[in-house]
C-alpha cells in the first residue's frame, strides 16, 4: 500500500452531526453556520469571521471588497506564481490585471523585495500565500506597504490566502490575527474541513459587515423577507456556507488541532533526519515563523528520479502546485522570475499529515537517505 501526501480527515462523529442537520427541516445557512463562525473566531483570535462555501470564493470577495472595479482597465494585483490556480483566478475574474511576483527559493513563498520593486501606483492589492502553511513576513510587508503608501499617496489592501495555513502562527499569533484580510480553505483535504467551504477574515467592522452581505446577493438575512423585503444597497454573490458543512466543520474543529499538533510533529522528525542529507534541501525554518505543514515541501536534486525512486518505494511524492505563470491563459503577464526558475524544477512534496504513523515515517525518510 502507498504511504499517501493527503488524506481526508474526519472526526468520527462527523456523519451524525451533519445527518442531524439533515433531518432537521433546514439545511441551508443558519444556526450552524454562526456556531461554526463563533469557533473558528476563537481559534485565531479574531471575531469578524464571514464564512463561504469555499476559500476560491473567499478571495473573489475578498478581491472584490478590496480591489475595486478596474474602471481604467489598469488596476494590477501583485501576486504569487507559486499556488493553487485559485488564488490567480479570483484576481482575472473581479478584472484586475496579473503582476507575478518573484519567488524566494528559501521559503518558496513570494519574495518580499520583488513586491517592493514592483509596487506601482495601480497596485490595488497584494496577495501572499503562506506556502504548506509557512507563514510569509508580515512585519516586513507591512513596512513595505507603508512605504508604498508614502511614496504613492495610495496603500495597496493585504490579502492573506491562508488556505494551507491552518494552525499557524507568526510571531507567536495565530495567522489570520494580523490585521490583513485572510481566506482560509476548509476544502477536503485541509488541516479543517467542512466537506467544502472557507472563511474570510477581516480587519474592520465595516468590511466584516459587507462581507457577511454580499456573500448572499447583498440580501440582509436578519431582515423579514416575506413581509418586508429589505432594500439591497450592494449586490452581492451566492458564497455562503450551509449548515450542512458547518456542522462537519464544527465536527472536526477541536480535533484539527491534533490533526496540525502531528503534521507539525512529523515535520520535526523529517527536519531532524532529513538535514544534510545529499541531494535535498530544506526549506527556511526562521524563529517565529511556526509553519502548519499542510505539506512537507523540499527540493531534490534529480526530481523525477527522485519521484520514481519513492513511487517503487510506496512513498506518494509530488510537485505541490504547478507554477501558474505558465499557462497559455495567462500568457500576456509573462515575466522573468529567477527565482521561480531556478526553484520549479526542484520542488517536492513528501507525506507528512496525521494519518502517517511513527514508522512510516521512519520509513521514509530512510528511504530518502539511501538515495535514488
Ligand atoms: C493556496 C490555495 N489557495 C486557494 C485554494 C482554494 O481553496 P478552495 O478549494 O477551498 O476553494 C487552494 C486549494 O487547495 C489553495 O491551495
Redesign the pocket.
Known sequence: MTIPMFRVAMAKDAPERAAEVLSSGSIGQGAKVEEFEVGIAAKIGNDRVATVN??????HLALHLLAGADDDGRGEVLTTPL??E??NWTILANRLRLKWVDIDPATLNVDLDDVARKITPHTRAIVV?HFAGYPVDLDRLREIVDQAEERFGIRPAVIE?C??AWGAAYRGAPIGSHGNTC?F???AI?HLTAG???ALVLPTDELHRRARRLRWFGIDRTADRLRNPPDVTEWGYKFHMTDINAAIGLANLGPADGVVARHKDNAAFFDRELAGVPGVELTERAPGHDSSFWVYPMKVDDREGFMKRMDEAGIMTGNI?ARNDVHTAVREFRTILPGLDRVAPRIVGIPVGSWVTDEQRGYIAETIKAGW
Request: no cysteine; charged share 15%.
Open positions: 469555499s476559500a476560491t470564493s473567499g478571495l499556488t493553487m485559485a488564488t500565500v490566502d488556505a494551507h481566506v480553505s476548509f476544502q485541509k467544502d467551504g472557507g502546485h
